[in-house]
C-alpha cells in the first residue's frame, strides 16, 4: 500500500474545491493534524461525529474528511460532555487528522449544488449565485420539460428518496426552470426568483420564507438530504487519485440529527 502525507490528500481536494472561495465565516480546511504526518487511509462523511471518529480509529484510518467543519467556531473549552469536544479529544488522541470540504464544496459546480442540479436531470445548469470567476453558490437549469406544482414536489421526492418536504403555496404556472442551493439556502430566495425559476430548493427554510411571490415556490428538502451526496463526490475524488489508497465511506453514513416520524 502506497504512503502518503496528510497535505497530498488535501492538495488533491483543493484542486476540485480551492480553500481560497470559501466564505468568509466558514472554517473549511485541516483543523486538526499537521500536513506533514502521513496518511495511509481516510474515511469519509459528512459530519465528524465522535461515532465516525470512533469508526475512522476501528478501521485503522488515519484522516478523516467531511463536508461539515467539526470545529465551526471558536471553542471556548474542550469537553468530553460536548459532541464536538468529545469528537476532537478523540481525533487528537488517536492522532487522526481532520479535514472539511464545506462551502469550497458548496460553490464549485461540481460540488453540492452541481450534484443537486444533475439529480433531477436538469438542463442548461447555471451557478446561481455566481462570483465572476467560474465559483459561487447555488445552481439553477430548466426541468426536461414542463411540470405542474404538484408533479415537480413528487418529482423532486423521488430523485432524492425524500418522506417528506415542506413548501410554500404550490405554483398555478408550470414548473420549467428549478434553482438549488444545498444546505441553508435561505439567503439566496431572492437569486432564485431573478433567475427566473418557478421553484427553489434548499434547506433549514424558516417559516416567513414561505411566504413567496406569485409565480414561485420554496421547497425545503432538509438540510442533510440536501448535501449527502458530496460524501460520494469526495470519495470517487480521492480513490481516483489514490488507485491503492485505502479510502472508504463511513458505515454510519446516517448523520442526521433530524429525525421524522
Known amino acids: 500500500m502506497d504512503t502518503y502525507k496528510v497535505k497530498d490528500v488535501v492538495s488533491v481536494i483543493e484542486d476540485f474545491a480551492p480553500l481560497s472561495i470559501q466564505e468568509s465565516w466558514d472554517n473549511s480546511g485541516l483543523c ?19 461515532e465516525l471518529v470512533d469508526e475512522a480509529i476501528e478501521a485503522g484510518a488515519d484522516m478523516i474528511v467531511t463536508h461539515h467543519p467539526l470545529i465551526f467556531s471558536g471553542l471556548k473549552r474542550i469537553s468530553p460532555e460536548d459532541q464536538v469536544g468529545l469528537a476532537v479529544m478523540k481525533a487528537v488522541s488517536a492522532g487522526i487528522a481532520v479535514y472539511a470540504a464545506h462551502t469550497t464544496a458548496d460553490k464549485v459546480i461540481a460540488g453540492v449544488s452541481g450534484a443537486m442540479a444533475r439529480r433531477l436531470g436538469l438542463k442548461d445548469i447555471e451557478i446561481l ?9 447555488g445552481t439553477v437549469g430548466n426541468l426536461p ?10 418529482y423532486v421526492k423521488e430523485k432524492f428518496s425524500l418522506k417528506a ?25 431572492g437569486k432564485a426568483v431573478s433567475s427566473g425559476a418557478q421553484l427553489y430548493l434548499c434547506g433549514d427554510v424558516s417559516y416567513h420564507h414561505f411566504f ?46 433530524v429525525f421524522y416520524f
Open 165 to 189: 418536504v415542506r413548501t410554500s403555496r404550490p405554483v398555478d404556472v408550470p414548473v420549467k426552470r428549478v434553482a438549488m442551493c444545498g444546505g441553508s439556502g435561505s439567503s439566496l430566495i
Open 129 to 137: 449565485d455566481s462570483e465572476g470567476d467560474g465559483t459561487g453558490l
Open 212 to 257: 413567496t411571490p406569485k409565480d414561485f415556490m420554496i421547497m425545503d428538502i432538509g438540510h442533510y438530504e440536501s448535501e449527502i451526496e458530496i460524501v460520494a463526490i469526495l470519495f470517487s475524488l480521492l480513490k481516483k487519485n489514490f488507485p491503492t489508497f485505502a479510502v472508504r465511506i463511513t458505515e454510519n453514513i446516517y448523520s442526521n440529527p
Open 32 to 50: 486538526i493534524g499537521s500536513p506533514d504526518s502521513p496518511a495511509h487511509s481516510v474515511l469519509i462523511g459528512l459530519d465528524c461525529t465522535p
Open 145 to 154: 420539460c414542463p411540470m405542474t406544482a404538484e408533479e415537480a414536489i413528487r
